[in-house]
Nanobody, 121 residues
């Protein structure tokens, strides 16, 4: 499965963006889909995850209430709706696919190429 992330851009603080992650190939119902982000000089950090076959979700505390992860199985796409953006949300955002319900990047074996999100103050 190849993942293609898109939707990043430059936005003012308080604004919104929606990221998309389109998957080529079949995604099994047991898959876990996640978003991570990495700011310059920092480690890659967990943002949100969901199961491909269910609506279960989990969020990092820093984005809880502002970001929403969702998936459209008919379009083979996972989304990250980001509202009330803050300058500290600035990072490259990556989508990933794994099997374990985990916040650890090492548990994910397929990654998209990343999309830049920049939030100006």
């Amino acid at each position: 499965v190849q993942l293609q992330a898109s939707g990043g851009g430059l936005v003012q603080a308080g604004g919104s963006l929606r990221l998309s992650c389109a998957a080529s190939g079949r995604i099994y119902s047991s898959a876990v889909m996640a978003w991570f982000r990495q700011a310059p000089g920092k480690e890659r950090e967990f943002v949100a995850l969901t199961r491909w076959s269910r609506t279960s979700t989990r969020y990092a505390s820093s984005v809880e209430g502002r970001f929403t992860i969702s998936r459209d199985t008919a379009r083979n796409t996972v989304y990250l709706q980001m509202n009330s953006l803050k300058p500290e949300d600035t990072a490259v955002y990556y989508c990933a696919r794994g099997i374990q319900w985990s916040e650890q990047p090492s548990e994910y074996n397929s990654w998209g190429q990343g999309t830049q999100v920049t939030v100006s103050s």
